[in-house]
């Protein structure tokens, strides 16, 4: 964690519960340094203002910039997708004009015609053997067919997950990254929501989140610990309650959010969606070892220590003509 984001929680925490918005926030800040230090007398006229307006050059600059990436990287998604749409348009469009240009009866020469005529005759005599033999390929497909279904055998009943790697269930939606759970609770009532009457409770193992005389809409225990000292909960839109949830092993996809929902299918989430340029280093490296394991698994191929191993073993065997492997077991 940053230096900068040490305080996110308790920040967040304070702007839930300014309901006047950003204008009340600053007023709660501005208000402490007035009342419990000289910020504003302790420097010299003008001190305090000048200090202000340094920070927020900085950030502002920061934040402009950021915004300025992000309208490039949205200017070259378009530019790729607009390219790709147009490659495509120009694709049919030569199909089309070549099936146009293409005669549609074409005139045989008698050499053709004779050449066409006993490939009819072969594909007819070869007609009762392909279909004596097609009772056995079709044996062959379906054990083929029940093989892969074994496999997958513990994956069956699971839910695909959704966009953002986890599950929308009736009454809430939650997404994930390596690191990282979204809980986004919707409250379909006619008033707006305030921090007042929201009952959310973060624990280690477990959550609850109620509306004050309302039944809980979670009240379960985790799958797996998480970090309550990241974990915070906020109001959106003044009608949906987003919790934030910071897993502790950030090495493994939850399966579900509570142990009460049906499970997803972690062999089909999205890498792409969790973030791995965010992670440093050495983290990014054992977590795409991770996912290339599982991938592997999936397949029914060996991991990337099992291959170590093997190619270990395989020099050993090439180095080594005189002995005998045959009779021998490895683990």
Known sequence: MS???????????MAQQCEGGIHEMLDVIFSFLERKTDFYVGGGDKAAEKIIMEK???????????KKEQDVEKKRIEAERKKKV????KKEEEERRNAEEEPKIKELTDEEAEKLQAELDQKKEGGQQTTESTPAAKAEEKEKSGSDEEEDEED????????????DMPNYRWSQTLGEIELKIPFNVTFPV????????????SLKVSLKGHPPIIDDKFPHEIKMEESFW??????????????????????????????INTKKVNPENSKLSDLDG???SMVEKMMYD?????????????QKKEDVLKKFMEQHPEMDFSKAKFC
């Open 234 to 263: 906020t109001i959106e839109d003044r009608k949906i309650v987003m919790v934030h949830l910071e897993k502790v092993n950030q090495m493994e996809w939850w399966d579900r959010i509570v142990a009460s929902d049906p499970p």
């Open 282 to 284: 050495e983290t990014r």
């Open 56 to 66: 927020f050059q900085t950030y502002n600059k920061i934040a402009m910039k950021k």
């Open 156 to 167: 069956k009943g699971k839910m695909k997950p959704n966009s953002g790697n986890g599950a």
């Open 86 to 89: 147009e490659e495509k348009r």
């Open 194 to 205: 305030k921090s007042k009457d929201v009952i959310c409770e973060i624990k280690k193992h």
């Open 294 to 306: 599982q991938r592997q698994k999936a397949m029914g191929l060996p991991t990337s220590d099992e």
């Open 3 to 13: 230096q900068d984001e040490r305080f996110d929680g308790m920040l967040m925490a």
